[in-house]
Nanobody
Framework: QVQLVESGGGAVQAGGSLRLSCVAS????????MGWFRQAPGKEREFVSR????????YYGDSVKGRFTMSRDNAKNTVYLQMNSLKSEDTAVYYC???????????WGQGTQVTVSS
């Protein structure tokens, strides 16, 4: 059974940093593209970043460009989201997702809460 488990969320002051992790199991990790999404209360789920399965190329949503960095470690079946210069607007539940094609996201994690104060 496929599982994506996020960790690393928590509370941080504006301007601070946090690193999220997502560990995948039950799939051939190296063949899946991975992504991060977030959702704040009362708002639509928002794309944050993605990383490809082949070239490890990354792409970021406009709201996080220059502040967040996504990476992956195929040996550990893990993707990361390094978040710097955090703002209150970054407060949300962050979800990890996996896809075998670019058509849709196949699997989702349960999410991890990130709260940025001040």
């Amino acid at each position: 059974q496929v599982q994506l488990v996020e960790s690393g969320g928590g509370a941080v002051q504006a301007g601070g940093s946090l690193r999220l992790s997502c560990v995948a199991s039950g799939l051939t990790f190296s063949t899946y593209g991975m992504g991060w999404f977030r959702q704040a209360p009362g708002k639509e789920r928002e794309f944050v970043s993605r990383i490809s399965s082949s070239t490890f190329s990354t792409y970021y949503g406009d709201s996080v460009k220059g502040r967040f960095t996504m990476s992956r470690d195929n040996a550990k079946n893990t993707v990361y989201l390094q978040m710097n210069s955090l703002k209150s607007e970054d407060t949300a539940v962050y979800y990890c997702a996996a896809r075998s094609t670019s058509l849709w996201w196949d699997y989702w994690g349960q999410g991890t809460q990130v709260t940025v104060s001040s």
